[in-house]
């Protein structure tokens, strides 16, 4: 095995026994990209200098015996709309296609002070508004195992810079799915953290109230390592909660866990037989492993993609204010006033982007507010209190991550619902704040598919331990 295909926790230990350096693997990724990306543009910009120097200081340290813990010289991408400083940021927006970020995001300081090797930024829809990352300005990402198909998205870039080892890990960004569907979509694992678990400081708001942080790696262990690393109470993010410290719990075995089938998720009708198939050869796993499957009722899930889609627009439309060629962003010169934001908008931001902020607005209006806005929150804390009741008595809850596999690129372009429908499954996690996880759940060399699994509130060592297990065994 070439270093660049191993996970953080085998190529660690290699690093610690001096099987190859810090600026070997990151050479080995350099040259993957170089191999690979072409074809894929899963990265906007690539550090190869930086990533390098970066790797030769990490293996100084480690020589020194000073290393810096678990992350010290592992090649890491951030999704472009996280920020390092004196770095761009795009957002893969042309509305920021000149920006460099004035500092650092909270997670890029946590990894650069982990020791990581930051390697380059990531393709993503525009402002991480879409489910294919054929939304990016600069161009679609593809899916590595058929590139004629998307990698889902909106962190569509950072997966497919860890599914085709281009690097070790990658941070995305989940809103409604962002992480968990392009994960299922490219047979990775995926992270949604609970909201407030990981600081938002520096990362470029799409809807901040569902917006969250979090890894995609190749396997359940070393979604734990990132974590570990990432999480945290920040000043600088007041929703951010008061956790100390995550560590992993790896338990033996999850005989006895009760995991929750919601009816309202395995009676969707639109599930496509190849999904279906494997997450219920999941299933079997689970039950084999001595897991109690329970059928559930979770009232008001069906009403959480509506909901989503009615305040995700309107914080969209509130965070992408700024945004109009004064305050930030490519301005449209010699214009008079009105039409230098009216021109620099229509001229910066692309099609989905200005129709959720047009949903947003209307919705905000005030002749409409009480009936949208108003009404989607009411409903959202029946959403929350529905899990809320479901988790009193079982410890996990399994769906599909996703209703199908990775379609073909421009298939669902021009219908916007088909591709909202794709985070019929993802949605309530954000609409609710809950931790996720998505693990791949076959291996005959087919499209992925994603099996999610969902736990309590803070309780992501519960949900890690047992994705851990079931993904050992359906490895
Ligand atoms: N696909 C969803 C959307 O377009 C989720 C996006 C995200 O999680 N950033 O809103």
Sequence with gaps: MSPNELSITAARKALDEGSFSSKEL???????????????????EVYEKEALEAAERSDIRREEG????VLDGIPIALKDNIMLQNKRCTAGSKMLATYNASYDATVTKKLLDAGAVIIGKTNLDEFAMGSS?????????????????????????STVAVAANMCLAALG?????????????????????????????????????????????????????????????DEADQTTAQVESFTADWKESIKGLKI?????????????????????????????????LVDIDLPYIDEALAVYYVLMPCEVSANLSRFDGMRFGTRKQNLPLFETYSESRADNLGSEVQRRILIGTFALSSGYIDAYYVQAKKVQTLIRDAYKKAFESIDLIVTPTAPTTAFKLGEKLSDPLSMYLEDIFTVSINVAGLPAISIPCEFDGGMPVGLQMIAPWFEEAKLLSASKILQEQLD
């Excluded at 409604?176 to 600081?199: D, E, H, N, W």
């Design 26 to 44: 990151t050479q080995a990724c350099l040259d993957q990209i170089q191999g690979m990306d072409g074809v894929l543009h899963a990265f906007l």
């Design 133 to 157: 990352t054929e939304q990016s300005a600069f161009g679609p990402t593809k899916n590595p195992r058929d590139p004629e198909r998307v990698p889902g998205g909106s962190s569509g870039g």
């Design 173 to 233: 960004s989940d809103t409604g799915g962002s992480i968990r569907q392009p994960a299922a979509f490219c047979g990775i694992t995926g992270l949604k953290p609970t909201y407030g678990r990981v600081s938002r400081s520096g990362l470029i708001a799409m809807a901040s109230s569902f917006d969250q942080i979090g890894p995609l790696t190749k396997t359940v262990e070393d979604a734990a390592l990132i974590l570990s690393i990432i999480q945290g109470k």
């Design 260 to 292: 929750g089938l919601p009816r309202q998720a395995w009676e969707t009708k639109g599930i496509q037989d190849r999904v279906r198939e494997r997450t219920e050869h999941a299933l079997g796993v689970l039950k084999n492993l001595g897991a109690e």
């Design 66 to 69: 000073n290393a810096l813990g």
